[in-house]
């Protein structure tokens, strides 16, 4: 194989925008146009699709002072795409990057996007063409392997801990049973991000449950007659992912209509899970006030909820890619390892370690009860949500004697 | 009637929290702690639930540190109440206060608390005792006759203005249909906030739909088939208060079970609308990627979007309700004239003024086509916002010619 021609590079951005993707491709636009090799340094519009589409800016013509504000601003600023290429798509893509003579490809997305660039890879290899093939991580749902987290989790993670602690003071001031369902399918990471908006305690939320845990609709209903037996009010936390004992989505369960996207994934968005459960509460415990939220899209688009460490590091891992390519030897996917508290270090590792895999939560972050989270989970998540959390005080309530009801 | 005794003071919360509702209340306890005349600040748990149940908390014995501390942090810190009194109740509470020998009391909310003052007013005098009640506004509906606005709207206006940039900026990564529903049942003003998200003169919310327009289903469609067609995308804010042209709600039209709270008032919330609506859009345009949430609690209570604004106001209405009761000769509730861009000035207002009437949004503020907003309204809304709004950024993108595809 001839020496790779690192004149053309190209960048591109696939599912799930998150609040500092931007960061990571403004890392791997800046850092590439360091080097001298690199001449162009194009974007695809709406990742893998603009790329069999040929749909391309001309990223070296971006000034770098508004490159620095679009790094700032959240979602994808590319434009994103949920196509999750099969061969024959990943060899489209590779005629295309031949075509216009890329040398280098940076994909930045989640284990769909790390199997599109082992594809891609593969395919180049199998051409003979000299292409460097890096995948950038990227997911709310914090569920590559090997890395310790991903970038736009710890964002995600600070909206949804954040989320739950007002959550909580409603519902303090206003009690009744509250339910704020949270993204997740597979991993329930981002939902036990809840117990970050913990405080007192007799905060909520009382009750979390995910993913890596069978949801037993009576056990669901046991624990909240037992929080609200003791404490008048009851916060959960609920991954839309949630299933029972046969695997079975509760929200695909409960649904009447199921909508799949072109990953064959059921869509479990909309309010459906959050007002089933609702009703399951009302009917079964008789609790007149109970509400639900399902947190949707605001988890992951909320301008103006990012974590700076979760900033640092997407930027990080888009420069480091750039990096291991050009002075590497070999395509991957960059990592994120843990080395202190806080530190982290990056590390190039084999796409086949990560391309299309799930990591879910370690038992070790579960309590034994499986609904709420462990000490070491909040030890691990507590640095990833940033500086500056809000915190929340509460009076500290001396009462006054009654004297009508007679009571001292 | 002999001179008021105002060595007890007794201030409560009553509706829905809001991010700044402590900063009224902390206003009104430390305002009160300055004058000699005070001896004892009781606080009710629970709004006029706790007085009628004698349920008191004395908060002079509160640190001032920690009181400063209880003022940032959003939700109702003494708790409140979904009651609505009537003369009985108020009688009741008439009672306590009188037991209590209580000077003077502060209500820290909505219409319907405004009326509850208003009645206990009338209660006192009635009996000849000496009493100084105020109401202090506070609501995140801005539905309060006579005052600008009402301390609680302009945080939560910042919140949907933010969710609304981060959905836009999501949906522009994404292209589809998004919805999002917004609080509000008789006033559109909250939901109206959603334009301060936009900034470039394609950005989303294209629609946006308030109580105060007749909600008819064929023009919904026509305006969404309409934005989709030039856009390939389309973001709209709904109100949940949205009714048809028979004054009927039309989450109340859509939804199979129906509650109603206290008030009589129907439960708007849950994710029902957002789900026909949905629904709809799929069945009759034929769209695929229509996504809908519900903001819900998150609106009212997420912790870490604040306007300083709204702080500074909603301390300032706690402090001049106590210099109201005071220094001044009557009863009433305070509220907020704009005197220029941007400042206010405050007033004690008859009660009978305010309480338990509704105000929507002037015709100025709402475009002729009914579902957009005006420059008034932008002019109106954008100083509440406060200082420090997130603004999203967007690459300039230099269009690559494409080779395979042969085009320039």
Redesign the interface.
Known sequence: MSKIDFSKVLVA?GG??TAVINQSLVGAVLESRKFREVERV??A??GVRGVV???????T??TTH??E??A???????????DKPDLKYCQEIF??LQ??KIGCFFYIGGNDSSDTVRIVSQEAKAHGYPLRAVHIPKTIDNDLTVNDHTPGFPSAARFVA??F???N??N???PGV?IGVVMGRHAGFLTAASAL?KKFPDDGPHLIYIPERPFVVEKFLADVKATMDRLGRCVIAVSEGVCDENHTPIAEKLAK?VERDDHGNVHL????L??NL??LIKEKLGFKRV????????Q??????VSDVDQREAREVGEKAVQYAIWGDRDGTVTIHRTGFYSVDYRLTPLEEVAAKTRTMPDEFISPCGSDVTDAFRYYLRPLLGSG????????????P????GQG
């Not at 509400?291 to 605001?298: C, Q, S």
């Open positions: 951005q799930g925008p194009y974007g519009f709406h589409n040929e749909e391309f800016a001309d990223l013509q971006e508004n490159l504000l679009v700032g601003t959240p979602s994808s600023a590319l434009g994103s795409t949920r005629k295309v075509a216009h954040q989320a602690a007002g959550a003071l409603d303090w001031a206003l509250y908006g209509q968005g909309g309010g459906a959050a007002d609702t009703d509400r639900a939220d399902t947190f949707g899209y605001l992951r688009s909320f301008v103006g909820c959390m809000p915190d929340a005080y509460r009076l500290r309530l001396a009462r006054v009654k004297i009508l009801k």
